[in-house]
């Protein structure tokens, strides 16, 4: 099992970018898929995640500007950001929690390598 991230890049402040995130590989149920995002001499922090069934959640940070919503079928999961803000500026990773094979006992975390995102003033 695989995250890819991507759609990562370069925006002027007030700008949108749009990052997605897709789990490959034999799964047997993705449960929440989160993204966080780290910024240099930071901790990494958590922005948003949603369930399975489609409820989203967000940091303050970015409650308002970003838009977190999936395509269970395409095990896909998308992040649209508006109004982005210099301190937007990170490196963006997605995870997720999976459940790969019915015969097992627990879900695990899977992580995704980042994508980085530079916003400008």
């Known amino acids: 099992v695989q995250l890819q991230a991507s759609g990562g890049g370069e925006a002027q402040a007030g700008g949108s970018l749009n990052l997605s995130c897709t789990v490959s590989?034999?799964?047997?149920?993705?449960?929440?898929m989160s993204w966080y995002r780290q910024a240099p001499g930071k901790q990494r922090e958590l922005i948003a995640d949603i369930t399975r069934e489609g409820i989203d959640k967000y940091a303050e940070s970015v409650k308002g500007r970003f838009t977190l919503s999936r395509d269970n079928r395409k095990k896909t999961m998308f992040l649209q950001m508006k109004n982005l803000k210099p301190d937007d500026t990170a490196v963006y990773y997605c995870?997720?929690?999976?459940?790969?094979?019915?015969?097992?006992?627990?879900?695990?975390?899977?992580w995704g390598k980042g994508t980085q995102v530079t916003v400008s003033s």
């Open positions: 995870a997720a929690n999976i459940w790969v094979d019915p015969v097992d006992t627990v879900s695990k975390d899977y």
């Open positions: 590989g034999s799964t047997f149920s993705i449960n929440a």
